[in-house]
């Protein structure tokens, strides 16, 4: 290409955009309203349960007969410190953030699910060693104040935590942490469930039901990806959820019979019932976090949003081995953001948005794609992945896992000594958050709304959607658009152009011609049938023949000084004809009537 200089677009004016609801904030803090300690479901405690007791059956029967009689539970169920049973129960509650229906005009708005981090284990507890794991969490409270003011009800839960991370064998780990992950996505479908009724009768809350959201931190990423997929009874009986492995397709670590189905019902330790409602939601976002097994992401499932640190010590990136924050023993080996979003993508759950216009933040991300930092090549493939690079600490500090977290370092929770490590769990968390503030963690917070909220409103129809078009090169919104220049690696071309169907083509200049192209006869032309080439000065080795927008019709050998060129198929037009010499290249404009 002889590259031709593009004229300088000036003078282009700014246009300020409108507030759009859900994208930005369209209500204040005063217009939002805060509705705390809503249950939505009763189910059995295991972390305070003595389920070694004798006394479980006799007990366990007791409850399953009081909740399907609708009687109320006798309050030392209720009670840890009790010891006059060994089975104890627990109200779930979640917090719900709206914007004020005195003022919003929506009458049905969309939900978000805010699904908190903390190790399935509460702050203070062995194993946790950290002050985060609850629904009101600074994050969780930031991120449900934001999505209210933006027009969303948003709603953070409390889900049933417990398990060992400090039991000695990888088995162990592996067995309970499943189990209490299985057992917060009933927690979800229970709370979903709750919230369709509601929604279904007064609808207090006024949500739509037709389009909720999850989003899961930490620990909440896990289940927000598990409850968005985990759809069949077979995805429990896979290899690495078999207690011996290799194992009989009846064999899990997960009990039905015990624990419920896949809605949290008809086991022997759930009280959940059915209420005539499903737990479809229909968006998910993970902060962190992991899918369980890659056959539980299937075409159909619903689109995903993930934010990730490329370095995250716990949750794998790409693929890898979950480890316990606290001890750093392997627990299970997963996909993580870098691997599951791409294949999302090649599903196509991902094509309403897949193709977003460039903002900031999806510029940055987009920017990240294909490039490999420190060893970690980040997916050429991953619309919908927003890869969060952090600095590389010295030890003994970590790679960072949550850079929007913080917490108050003079809290209860966060002075709590971890057992064996005679430290905090505030020195604790420093370790992976050196830099822990409120202003670092509300600045990620500002990154993952921009990312995050113009994918929700393509994928919910919440909205005008900011679609772009993919350049010839497959960048959204690039600058190798049809009509604009391109370079097609010939020489003798100048003012190379994309056509209407991404091809580039240039215009054919006579530099550098063969001798014997001087002597060249070429008629008739226009031609009706056939079009005869002379070349009297030099044998002509062989000829291509292309339309205007760079397409190959006919190409021969010919070796001869005479060429009779038929029509035959050609449609009526103009072509270039390359004529090849011993010497060079000769290129003549044809046509045909």
């Known amino acids: 290409m002889k590259r031709a200089l593009p004229l300088l677009l000036l003078g282009l004016p700014v246009v300020a955009a409108a507030q759009q609801r859900y994208i930005d904030e369209v209500f204040t803090d005063a217009q939002v309203v805060i509705t705390p300690n809503v249950p939505f479901g009763t189910n059995i405690d295991f972390l305070t349960s003595n389920l070694a007791s004798p006394n479980v059956p006799a007990e366990v029967m007791q409850l399953q007969t009081l909740v399907s009689t609708q009687q109320p539970i006798p309050t030392p169920f209720f009670d840890p410190f009790d010891g006059s049973t060994a089975m104890k129960v627990t109200t779930l509650r979640m917090d719900i953030y709206e914007p004020d229906q005195g003022v919003d005009t929506v009458a049905q708005r969309p939900m978000v699910l805010y699904i908190h981090t903390g190790n399935a284990l509460p702050p203070g507890y062995p194993g946790n060693g950290s002050p985060t794991g609850t629904r009101t969490d600074s994050c969780a409270v930031e991120v449900c104040k934001r999505m209210a003011r933006r027009g969303y009800v948003a709603v953070s839960m409390s889900y049933r935590l417990g398990w060992n991370p400090l039991a000695p064998t990888e088995e162990e780990r592996r067995g309970q942490l499943l189990n209490a992950i299985y057992r917060a996505i009933h927690d979800?479908?229970?709370?979903?469930?709750?919230?369709?009724?509601?929604?279904?009768?007064?609808?207090?809350?006024?949500?739509?039901?037709?389009?909720?959201?999850?989003?899961?931190?930490?620990?909440?990423?896990?289940?927000?990806?598990?409850?968005?997929?985990?759809?069949?009874?077979?995805?429990?009986?896979?290899?690495?959820?078999?207690?011996?492995?290799?194992?009989?397709?009846?064999?899990?670590?997960?009990?039905?019979?015990?624990?419920?189905?896949?809605?949290?019902?008809?086991?022997?330790?759930?009280?959940?019932?059915?209420?005539?409602?499903?737990?479809?939601?229909?968006?998910?976002?993970?902060?962190?976090?992991?899918?369980?097994?890659?056959?539980?992401?299937?075409?159909?499932?619903?689109?995903?949003?993930?934010?990730?640190?490329?370095?995250?010590?716990?949750?794998?990136?790409?693929?890898?081995?979950?480890?316990?924050?606290?001890?750093?023993?392997?627990?299970?080996?997963?996909?993580?953001?870098?691997f599951?979003?791409?294949?999302?993508?090649?599903?196509?759950?991902?094509?309403?948005?897949?193709?977003?216009?460039?903002?900031?933040f999806t510029a940055r991300a987009r920017s990240l794609y294909g490039q490999t930092l420190d060893g970690v090549t980040i997916s050429s493939g991953a619309e919908g992945l927003f890869p969060v690079v952090r600095p590389r600490w010295p030890p003994p500090a970590k790679d960072e896992a949550s850079p929007w977290q913080w917490w108050d370092p003079n809290s209860p929770d966060a002075l709590d000594v971890i057992p064996g490590l005679n430290i905090t769990t505030h020195q604790a968390s420093m370790a992976s958050n050196p830099d822990m503030s409120g202003n670092k963690g509300r600045a990620y917070l500002d990154t993952v709304m921009g990312y995050m909220n113009p994918r929700i409103v393509c994928a919910l129809q919440l909205g005008p959607c900011a679609l772009g078009t993919p350049d010839c090169l497959g960048v959204i919104d690039g600058p190798d658009m049809p009509g604009q220049p391109c370079d097609d690696g010939d020489a003798n071309t100048i003012n190379d152009t994309w056509t209407a169907n991404c091809t580039c083509v240039g215009q054919p200049v006579g530099i550098a011609e063969p001798a014997a192209a001087a002597a060249l006869v070429i008629a008739p032309n226009p031609a009706n049938d056939a079009v005869r080439i002379s070349s009297p000065a030099g044998r002509v080795l062989g000829y291509t023949l292309h339309t205007p927008d760079g397409r190959l019709v006919r190409q021969s050998t010919v070796n001869a000084d005479l060429i009779v060129l038929e029509r035959g198929e050609l449609g009526g037009g103009a072509y270039f004809l390359t004529l090849e010499f011993a010497d060079g290249r000769a290129v003549r404009r044809i046509a045909f009537n």
């Not at 992401?297 to 716990?314: I, S």
């Open 188 to 338: 979800v479908r229970q709370c979903v469930r709750t919230h369709k009724a509601e929604a279904a009768g007064a609808n207090t809350y006024g949500i739509d039901p037709e389009k909720i959201v999850v989003l899961g931190e930490g620990t909440g990423g896990y289940i927000a990806l598990a409850h968005s997929t985990l759809d069949k009874p077979s995805e429990l009986f896979v290899n690495k959820f078999d207690p011996n492995g290799p194992f009989p397709p009846d064999s899990s670590y997960v009990d039905t019979n015990k624990v419920g189905n896949l809605d949290g019902l008809n086991g022997q330790l759930t009280l959940y019932r059915p209420n005539g409602f499903d737990h479809a939601t229909h968006f998910c976002v993970n902060m962190g976090g992991a899918l369980a097994d890659t056959t539980w992401l299937e075409q159909g499932d619903v689109p995903m949003v993930a934010f990730h640190t490329v370095f995250d010590p716990y949750a794998p990136f790409t693929y890898g081995i979950v480890i316990v924050p606290t001890t750093n023993g392997p627990v299970v080996d997963v996909p993580g953001s870098n």
């Open 340 to 360: 599951f979003i791409p294949w999302a993508n090649d599903l196509g759950n991902q094509a309403s948005f897949a193709n977003l216009s460039n903002d900031p």
